[in-house]
């Protein structure tokens, strides 16, 4: 056993979150494979009616989480810009990881970049923002921004779904789940005798 290995977290069963003040989307690895995936919709006319239903809903497929170890995405204020937006982001997070844990289950969060990176999807390098400047001229800067957030989530999704076809995801929340819970489980935790 390395010292690395020392470090990890025990877990046969893992899930990999991405959260929003709307949804929670979830992806779930076991026996090296995702298991189960989808997202879930939160209700309400404002936040705190949201987190209400987030709560609600949460304790009610808890038990059909029966996982050890949970992966947060980090909230990222530089992704939001707008400080109410992120207070609310934290609410939404706060509600879910203490629903969560109600199991005793340990639970972590991974930067975006991170996991990205993981899967071979890393923020574009300069030589692909000129490409895609080329092939798209005299846009704005904030729509050649969303263009690389939305090209990356793609690739995340079809990076999914070449390695396991029957996920067949179309949702990039839930893509982004996958990769949050595949870098989880083979990161961030030993398996046992799984492996």
């Not at 929670?24 to 209700?43: D, M, Y």
């Not at 992704?79 to 934290?90: E, Q």
């Not at 999704?157 to 396991?164: A, C, E, G, I, V």
């Amino acid at each position: 056993m390395s010292l690395i290995d020392l470090k990890k977290t025990k877990a046969s069963k893992v899930m990999g979150i991405d959260c929003s003040t709307h949804s929670l989307a979830f992806t779930i690895f076991f026996n090296r494979r995702p298991v189960k995936w989808g997202k879930i919709l939160f209700e309400g006319n404002d936040v705190f009616e949201r987190l209400e239903d987030a709560a609600n809903k949460l304790r009610a497929v808890k038990d059909e989480f029966d996982v050890d170890y949970i992966a947060f995405e980090s909230a990222i204020l530089a992704r939001t810009k707008n400080a109410d937006v992120t207070i609310k982001l934290a609410m939404v997070y706060g509600a879910c990881i203490a629903e969560l844990m109600r199991k005793n289950v340990k639970v972590v969060t991974v930067k975006p970049l991170t996991w990205q990176s993981y899967i071979g999807n890393p923020n574009f390098k300069p030589a692909e923002k000129v490409a895609l400047k080329k092939e798209f001229p005299d846009k704005s800067v904030s729509w050649y921004s969303t263009k690389i957030r939305e090209m990356r989530k793609q690739r995340t999704m079809d990076y999914f779904n070449k390695k396991w076809p029957q996920m067949e995801l179309t949702d990039n929340d839930v893509g982004d789940s996958a990769g949050i819970a595949y870098y989880a489980y083979y990161s961030l935790t030993t398996r046992g005798n799984v492996d």
